[in-house]
């Protein structure tokens, strides 16, 4: 079992930034850690995904070039940095882990409860 707590939501101004933890406990072993988010009414989506060592990094095209995901081993740490914020964005922002790599959320077996993420314009 892996226990995954986000922190680090709240509400931006348009333009603002933000970054997201996800501390991670109990039996880490785990490939990648992944960002989602789930918009009212709108299924979950990928945000962006690392391996553990950050050799591997993705990031869905809406958030290239704006959000940066990062690891910290040591600590069973992941981060989410998010800058530009876009009114788009607001979502509840989950992170979780898997044994494998990938985008979909079906590969992810830990997920943690969520952290709201809010931009105003």
Known sequence: QVQLVESGGGLVQAGGSLRLSCAASGRTFYYAMGWFRQAPGNEREFVAASSR???????????????????????????????????????????????????????YNYWGQGTQVTVSS
């Open 53 to 107: 060592s950050g050799s591997e990094k993705a990031y869905a095209d809406s958030v290239k070039g704006r959000f940066t995901i990062s690891t910290d081993n040591a600590k069973n740490m992941g981060y989410l940095q998010m800058n530009s914020l876009k009114p788009e964005d607001t979502a509840v922002y989950y992170c979780a882990v898997t044994p494998n790599w990938g985008p979909q959320p079906a590969a």
